[in-house]
């Protein structure tokens, strides 16, 4: 790859640098915006730090060298089981879960055009949750918890967009359904929960608030299967959504389908958040701050769905992280940790005097 001004004298855009090349006889050219590339980079950088210190802290603690020697099974054998048997597979549901809370946040925010606009705030989260809940304690059905979220995320979704009427996913009467929705749906998990013995409640409990310590393996796989494919979608949909932050004339001026992107982006929103929500229950507010801290970090000029994952998954293993260590040997769930963090967050936004996406 070599910079396209040193061929052709043309200059990249301010904040921008060309990257342009020859494969199989045919020049292409890449803009490359050097903030987002940046702030991707440092997300990085902090994910891959707080990382190698979940798999080095708990009730065990181990130097970074034994928890890297032990992730590839190189170290002592008590070390390899501490991190691939008790530590390993949390990490990978906390940086999968936290990457797709955000992610789906980032679009729907995008798509509402509103920073408050959260698969959380809007009701899906809860809607996922309680049918959930349902297939596991409330009405003994076997389906697997990963297609009963998606039952009720899909139900909460469609229930918000009737109440909303004519708005659409816009305005304030979209959200306002929204957190009735997700009311109406808490309520219900909790009437299921009061069905079922004590001690089946108790140990679902934790799930219900968001922890990564009840997680599902199978619906953990679900999720890992899931993310990867849903991101390649959410990529190829970055430029459309750009435009759809504007009006809806523009981008069909400009030849987008502003529908079609639209029900494309909400349909990955809400199946991001449903096998989320399957593996680490309903940890809604990781959508909220996960976009923010992108936005901050990130340029304006776009959608920022690759900083918005890494801001998910560094948000999410922290908050698991500190949770363990927090009131060691007591575990708080890591919905509270987030929650205790992203309440704040949403008061200053709520108090704001706009909070619609520019």
Do not use: K
């Amino acid at each position: 790859m070599t910079c396209s001004a040193d061929r052709d004298g043309v200059p990249a855009p301010a904040g921008f640098r060309r990257l342009g090349g020859v494969v199989c006889g045919r020049e292409y050219s890449l803009l490359i915006d050097r903030r987002a590339a940046l702030a991707n980079l440092l997300l990085l950088a902090a994910v891959l730090l707080v990382a190698v210190l979940a798999l080095s802290l708990c009730s065990i603690t181990l130097s970074p060298r034994q928890a890297l020697a032990g992730l590839f099974g190189t170290g002592e054998a008590i070390h390899v089981f501490v991190v691939q048997e008790l530590r390993l597979v949390r990490l990978m549901a906390g940086l999968a879960t936290g990457a797709a809370f955000s992610l789906a946040g980032c679009l729907m925010q995008t798509v509402a055009r509103n920073r408050l606009a959260t698969p959380g705030i809007i009701g899906i989260d809860n809607g996922a949750t309680a049918f959930a809940v349902a297939s596991v304690v409330g009405l003994g059905v076997g389906l697997a918890p990963p297609p009963m979220a998606l039952a009720g995320a899909a139900t909460a979704t469609v229930v918000t967009f009737a109440l909303a009427c004519d708005v659409g996913t816009r305005g304030y009467r979209f959200i306002v359904a929204g957190i009735g929705v997700g009311a109406v749906f808490g309520a219900l998990t909790q009437l299921l929960m009061m069905r079922v013995a004590i001690d089946v409640a108790n140990a679902a409990y934790p799930w219900t608030v968001g922890s990564l310590n009840a997680r599902n393996s199978e619906a953990l796989r679900w999720l890992l299967i899931g993310l990867l494919p849903g991101f390649a979608v959410a990529l190829r949909l970055a430029r459309a959504l750009t435009i759809l932050r504007f009006s809806d004339a523009i981008a069909r001026g400009l030849g987008y389908r502003a529908s079609a992107c639209r029900h494309a982006a909400l349909a990955l929103s809400v199946t991001l958040t449903a096998l989320a929500v399957a593996v680490a229950g309903p940890v809604g507010l990781v959508a909220l701050i996960g976009p923010e801290m992108a936005r901050r970090l990130s340029s304006p000029r776009g959608v920022p769905l690759t900083a918005a994952m890494l801001a998910g998954a560094l948000l999410m293993t922290l908050a698991d992280l500190v949770g363990r260590l927090l009131l060691a040997p007591i575990e708080v769930p890591v919905g509270i940790v987030t929650a205790i963090v992203g309440a704040p967050l949403l008061l200053w936004m709520l108090l704001r005097p706009e909070a619609r996406l520019t």
